[in-house]
């Protein structure tokens, strides 16, 4: 073969064929594809941070500032002088010093709340996950059917129940008719049939275990991160409950946060309501979602267990 053969059959050698071209540009297409995706989703997610942090970010900013800095600044910039230290002090002693006691209450109806009903809904979950009796599909659907209702049609009938028990305008009357909670028993019963075995439980009654020690001792260890994160929007849900306290309590001493600032914030345009109240608004607003803030982190990865379990194989 001639030197010109050789050199040719050495070309044609090292092309890539046909198939390898489109393997590499099928390659590059979803590389593309794969970066558009990226980037749109990337914009999406910076579009939703921006859309859930800038009103915390005008409330942390407008906290700073006193009534006139508030009309005569820029509405996201903070001033050169930061007026937190007197805003602080005069949210804790204008109008008799009133938020004191709604930031307890709200702490109050939280936490009892909160926790009983997570005992309550564990419980009542478990039993119907893990006991087999008459009328179980009945309970069951009675649950699942009264998640339908709206809470506010029951407004009424339970203030004149709890006027004839005389809870009205007590502590009791609020927390009492949050502690059956039909949402946290649905979500108790599914998560209680997935993560506790069947053979577990069985296995604690041989070894002679009663019915609440196997439960308290093999279950409950296993329910946590559910139970976790039924407490935090069992929490949350309370610590936001702003119609049934309105309905229920008329001493100032004992609204919660969400009743006493929306107080306060009806008097701001209100003619002849004296000194309006814009920066201590403001800023009790500020210290209302500051448990949300510093509660999450700490129940994150019992949330993140109790939100995934099950979707690995083998769990």
């Known amino acids: 073969m001639s030197a010109i053969g050789r050199a040719a059959a050495a070309a044609s050698s090292s092309r890539p064929t046909t198939p390898t071209r489109w393997a590499r540009a099928a390659g590059r297409r979803a590389r593309s ?43 996201f ?3 050169s002088h930061l007026s937190w230290a007197e805003n602080f002090k005069l949210l804790f002693t204008v109008d008799g010093g009133y ?6 209450n709200s702490i109050i109806y939280a936490v009892l ?30 649950v699942v059917g009264s998640l339908l209702v709206p809470s506010t049609a029951l407004v009424v009938p339970l203030f004149l129940l709890e006027h004839d028990f005389g809870f009205i305008n007590t502590y009791q009357g609020v927390i009492l008719p949050l502690l059956v ?4 028993v649905y979500l108790m019963s599914l998560f209680a ?36 994160t039924l407490f935090l929007l069992t929490f949350i849900g309370t610590w936001n409950n702003y119609f049934l306290p309105l309905v229920l309590l008329g001493s100032t001493t004992r609204f919660p946060l969400t ?23 403001i800023l009790g607003s500020v210290v209302s979602v500051l448990p949300m803030l510093i509660l999450f982190p ?10 995934t379990f099950g979707a690995i194989v083998g769990e």
């Not at 700490?298 to 939100?307: E, N, P, T």
């Open 33 to 75: 594809v794969h970066r558009t995706k990226t980037a749109i989703g990337t914009a999406v997610a910076a579009v939703a941070a921006i859309y859930v942090l800038a009103p915390i970010y005008w409330l942390i900013v407008s906290s700073s500032k006193n009534t006139s800095q508030l009309f005569n600044s820029q509405t």
């Open 181 to 184: 909670y039909p949402f946290g």
């Open 77 to 79: 910039l903070p001033t």
């Open 193 to 228: 049939a997935d993560a506790v075995p069947d053979s577990l439980v069985d296995a604690a009654r041989v070894d002679g275990s009663g019915e609440f020690r196997a439960f308290w001792k093999v279950s409950r260890p296993l329910l946590m991160p559910g139970m976790v």
């Open 99 to 104: 938020f004191k006691y709604w930031l307890l």
């Open 259 to 281: 009743v006493g600032l929306s107080a306060w914030a009806s008097e701001l345009n209100l003619a002849g309501a004296g000194q309006p109240l814009y920066p201590e608004v």
């Open 113 to 142: 709340t909160a926790t009983l009903a997570t005992a309550v809904s564990t419980l009542c979950g478990y039993a119907l996950a893990k006991y087999r009796f008459r009328g179980r599909r009945v309970v069951f659907g009675m």
């Open 298 to 307: 700490f129940l994150q990865k019992y949330i993140a267990r109790g939100l």
